[in-house]
């Protein structure tokens, strides 16, 4: 990559402004300036993009193809600055100017196409093969709409549009000439000919597949790989099928496909939808992986799976499978053994969940209206995957129903994915476990060899480098840059544990995060919080497994020790939640009205005053995050045991010097391996316990109610409106008292509670908590996404 002195960036800039916002650098906004600036690296990006794609056909390697229906961005002005090495210059240059470069890379609208963990992780893994210089890819859609914007209105959730491209996206390249038609619906019959099936295909609905191409830069490698996103539209000359009114409703249907990323699937028109999007994605992406294979290599179809490899990130893109043996025998004239081999030789499956509600399925007449030759298809694999358990596993013939791909007209994404990959993974060490022990035992004794376990990660670059920028010079100061390119060295802070100097600058540092995010508070909601306070942080998506509820319920606890004795003395802290809810979850948006109205009740209790405030920070997203994760010192991750596959927000907590407050769930057991049961604050019931009182019962959410009284006075509460300025929340009292509390909130709250007052009381011995925040930091190289890659190159992907 070029390099550039402060003056040659000016000049560049002076002349990047005037050809494409026709103005002088004197006249410009701080608009302008970013996007002239994005102009420069965009010019940069493109060059290296050309020579790495160059490099690519050249050897002749093996490429990696990542498929997700999320790509959660945010922005990429800071990533795109670090990893070329213009950052320092640019905001030298931007000084020099009287501005600010926060400001100025603010301008940059976050790309929100994805949910949450998912969809960041993702995001993460990108510039983790870019930076490490793996030769991988993504494939994404370009929705026109990301995930909603939250509005709080009276405490309560609204969800307005997410007009991401309102203005001119400057990383993106269309690429009309690379198009692809992707064919829905009709009808598929077959002949012989030859002595095989000959399919034919009548009255598709064709919808041409448009790629955008963003350039994912490696960390100054001169690697600049891409994700690719797919846009839906009407092909050329095409003219509107009988069921469209006029040309303009066939145009809206067919853009429909890429309208919306779905932030949740539970109403039935929303989930056809989806059901397109997810074929649109596959379809698309798997035409191309097949066109470039026989353009950029010189060798037969059957040896594609020896250049190509898909990992799919969850089930969403599953129908990847059945698309490319379509492909493969209708297209390429392979008989089924042929393309099945090769198929079942190329994908490779991420499990993100174990939550049975939340394991995808499909009903089979659906699957047939979006494309009847691939649920033949579907069909057929599962008949002749049971057929080969009957005959070659006598002793998992009584499983055959458990097994089955289609049961009850219902088709079951994760057992299709199982079945059609050579890799399975987990997303922690324990998820992995559970996964072989529980939720696909079955598969597992059957195929032990395709399970395993990846441990999540976290780009180094962003959540650290780029997000804190004063921990990062500290860090560099103390133990030199080598750190950078390999993060598990961060653990030669170690040495610094006893030194107190250092310990009060890395106070420091925190300090100076949290005023920033003070700031940030106070513009957002006008509550003011005390920067002395610990910043005790929960944000991520709301969900009841998730359990922002017994936080809540602590803060509540709190408050009523406050009323009760006015003058109790009490470190003081403020309790700081960021969380999106799915639009029809309805208990989730109630918790976050609760949250809302008892943070209104303890902000202005004359009594409480110094003690204890409450902010939830709306429309939690990439951007904020950056704000928060520097400036927490709890970070509260507190699942029921067993429910979260990994989390990810713990870990960026952690690399910032947070102290995590959680249950042994995902990767907080890792966590806690790594940093000693001394800096970290466990409590609650193990997942053993969990899946025990689910499988054997003995679990009574009422005998907790009758017996303590500050539970009970808690959920009484909820029904006569007494934390919350009379406003009632009878569905989350309902949900504990008479479906049995599902996700264990009173079980864990005493244990909960305890904890809590551990906290604090180490807090209050300032370097031994210093001490304890230098010890998660220096222990969380491994949780650098480029440790999670090099494993799945190493181990899945066969890079090296
Ligand atoms: C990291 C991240 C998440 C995931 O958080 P968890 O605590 O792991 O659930 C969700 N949303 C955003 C915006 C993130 O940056």
Avoid at 185 to 195: H, I, K, Q, Y
Avoid at 674 to 702: D, M, P, R, T, W
Wanted: charged content about 25%; some cysteine.
């Amino acid at each position: 990559m070029k390099t550039f002195t402060k003056e040659e960036f000016r000049e560049l800039l002076e002349k990047k402004v005037r050809d494409k916002r026709t103005k002088t650098l004197e006249e410009t906004t701080d608009k302008d300036l970013f996007y002239a600036i994005a102009s420069i690296i965009k010019d940069s990006i493109n060059e290296a993009s050309i020579e790495t794609k160059q490099r690519y056909i050249n050897n002749k390697k093996r490429q990696v193809s990542y498929l997700s229906m999320e790509f959660l961005i945010g922005r990429l002005i800071e990533s795109n600055l670090i990893n070329t090495g213009f950052k320092k210059v640019c905001d030298e240059v931007l000084a020099d100017l009287g501005r600010k470069p926060r400001d100025v890379y603010g301008e940059e609208q976050d790309a929100g196409l994805g949910n949450g963990g998912l969809g960041r992780l993702a995001a993460c893994f990108l510039d983790s093969i870019a930076s490490l210089g793996y030769a991988g890819h993504g494939f994404g859609i370009r929705y026109r709409y990301g995930l909603f914007e939250q509005r709080i209105v009276s405490g309560s959730q609204i969800e307005l549009p997410d007009n991401w491209l309102r203005e001119v996206y400057p990383w993106e390249t269309r690429k009309i000439d690379e198009a692809i038609e992707v064919k829905f619906g009709g009808e598929a019959d077959f002949t012989v000919e030859d002595n095989h099936y000959q399919f034919h295909y009548r009255d598709q609905e064709v919808v041409l597949a448009v790629p955008y191409d963003v350039g994912i830069v490696g960390y100054e490698n001169d690697v600049v790989n891409t994700l690719r996103l797919w846009s839906a539209e009407v092909p050329e000359n095409a003219v509107s099928p009988e069921q469209y009114k006029n040309q303009l409703e066939y145009m809206q249907s067919v853009e429909k496909i890429s309208g919306f990323l779905y932030p949740d699937d539970s109403t039935e028109e929303g989930r056809f939808l989806r059901l397109k999007q997810q074929y649109f994605l596959v379809s698309s992406t798997i035409q191309t992986l097949i066109r470039r294979f026989k353009s950029q290599y010189d060798m037969p179809i059957e040896q594609f799976h020896e250049k190509n490899v898909i990992q799919i990130n969850d089930t969403h893109p599953t129908f990847g499978i059945p698309e490319l043996m379509r492909i493969l025998m209708d297209e390429e004239g392979l008989s089924w053994e042929e393309a099945w081999s090769i198929t079942s030789h190329t994908f490779a499956y991420t499990n993100h969940t174990i939550m049975q509600e939340a394991l995808e399925k499909w009903p089979v007449e659906m699957v047939k209206r979006v494309s009847p030759r691939i649920y033949m298809i579907i069909h057929e694999i599962n008949e002749r995957f049971c057929k080969q358990v009957f005959d070659e596993h006598e002793e998992l013939r009584d499983r055959i129903s458990e097994l089955a791909v289609i049961s009850d007209d219902v088709i079951h994404m994760s057992k299709l994915a199982i079945v059609g990959s050579y890799s399975v993974n987990g997303v922690a060490a324990l998820h992995s476990d559970i996964i072989k022990d529980y939720t696909f035992h079955d598969f597992y004794r059957l195929t032990p060899e395709k399970f395993n376990n990846k441990t999540n990660g976290i780009t180094h670059r962003r959540w650290l480098m780029g997000a804190n920028p004063g921990l990062t010079d500290l860090i560099t100061d103390a133990i030199g840059d080598h750190w950078i390119k390999s993060p598990v060295e961060l653990n030669q802070l170690l040495r610094y544990q006893n030194d107190n100097g250092f310990l009060d600058r890395l106070a420091e540092v925190k300090l100076q995060n949290k005023k920033i995010l003070q700031d940030v508070i106070y513009k957002k909601t006008g509550i003011e919080v005390n920067e002395h306070s610990i910043f005790d942080v929960q944000v991520k998506r709301l969900h009841e497994y998730k359990r922002q509820l017994l936080n809540i319920f602590h803060v509540i606890h709190l408050y009523n020790e406050i009323k009760r004795n006015p003058k109790l003395k009490m470190v003081p802290q403020t309790f700081i939640f960021g969380a999106k809810a799915a639009p029809s979850y309805h208990l989730a948006k109630e918790i976050i009205r609760l949250i809302h109205l008892v943070g209104d009740l303890v902000n202005e209790d004359k009594d409480v005053a110094g003690r204890i405030k409450v902010v939830f920070l709306e429309n939690y997203n990439v951007t904020l995050a950056e704000y928060i994760m520097p400036a927490a010192e709890i970070s509260e991750q507190i699942s029921t045991a067993s429910m979260e596959a990994s989390g990810t927000g713990n870990m960026k907590m952690m690399m910032n010097g947070a102290v995590t407050l959680g249950t042994m769930d995902g990767a907080n057991v890792e966590i806690a391996e790594l940093v000693g049961k001394e800096n970290i604050l466990i409590f609650g019931l193990s997942s053993e316990e969990v899946i025990s009182y689910q499988n054997e019962g003995g679990y009574q959410a009422n005998d907790i109610y009758q017996t303590d009284d500050r539970l009970k006075s808690i959920l009484d509460g909820l029904k006569d409106g007494r934390y919350a300025k009379g406003e009632t929340f009878s569905d989350i009292y309902y949900r504990i008292l008479t479906n049995n509390d599902p996700y264990f909130i009173l079980k864990d709250f005493t244990s909960y509670l305890e904890t809590h007052i551990k906290a604090v009381t180490l807090y209050e011995n300032k370097q031994t908590w210093n001490k304890m925040s230098l010890v998660n930091i220096a222990q969380s190289g491994k949780f650098s996404s480029d440790r999670t890659i090099n494993e799945y190159a190493t181990d899945i992907w066969k890079l090296i």
